[in-house]
């Protein structure tokens, strides 16, 4: 009956989504990232922002690892307040820069170990040897992205994280003679065509951090992003 009154009490609750928050020092390794996380897991798509940082995490122990995870962890509450939106999860990318192997799991271990603590729930991303090494897993989006890069042969099938030094492997072995090089700032597109063209599920050769990632991605999903009810 009383029209016009003001209704008084109605805080302002969050209408956004969480936010989920990828962190990494590379702004083409996170928008490669970015592109993953969608499709692997679509109700992350529009509520994916991003964090500079260059992490440094998998070398750093004790009290060191403890502070540049603290450190890590503010810097991410303060990107999703910039949102006005909370914390739903973080996944946090760095380079191993050596191969797979029993260094690879300690150090995953050991510092999921401590997001964990800090964050609640958060996904240790640790490219072996990096990033580019999943590029190599994809011939098929190599050749979608410039049609004469090639994989050589005696690359193909194999586990891409036991290989030293991935990115030559894409500027001098897969470029074809005279032909267009590759470029770190390329990866985004390759991984686009990776995800739109049908590779990802039909992974030529195997690496354990992409599927540790693809994991985590999984889980997320299912057990962090939530349905959006509180
Ligand atoms: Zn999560």
Not at 81 to 107: L, M, S
Not at 202 to 221: H, K, Y
């Amino acid at each position: 009956m009383s029209r016009g009154k003001g209704r008084k009490g109605t805080a302002k609750r969050p209408t956004k989504h969480p936010v989920v928050v990828v962190a990494g020092e590379d702004r083409n390794d996170r928008a490669s990232l970015r592109i993953l996380l969608e499709a692997v897991c679509p109700q992350m798509r529009g509520r994916i922002v991003e964090i500079s940082d260059d992490v440094r995490l998998h070398k750093a122990t004790g009290e060191n690892l403890t502070s540049r995870i603290r450190t890590l962890a503010r810097k991410v509450k303060a990107r999703a307040q910039r949102e006005k939106a909370d914390v739903a999860c973080v996944f946090i990318h760095e380079d191993f820069d050596r191969p797979d192997g029993a260094a690879w799991t300690a150090a995953h271990a050991k510092v999921e170990q401590e997001l964990s603590k800090s964050l609640g729930t958060g996904h240790y991303v640790l490219a072996a040897a990096e990033m580019e090494a999943w590029l190599l897993l994809f011939p098929g989006a190599l050749a979608d992205t410039v049609t004469t890069w090639q994989i050589p042969e005696r690359r193909v099938g194999r586990d891409t994280g036991r290989m030293a030094d991935p990115k030559r492997i894409l500027m001098t072995e897969v470029t074809g003679k005279g032909g267009r090089k590759y470029r770190e700032s390329d990866a985004p597109e390759v991984v686009r065509n990776i995800v739109d063209n049908g590779h990802l599920s039909a992974p030529q050769g195997t690496n354990r951090s992409l599927d540790r990632f693809n994991e985590d991605a999984r889980v997320c999903g299912e057990k962090h992003i939530g349905s959006g009810k509180g």
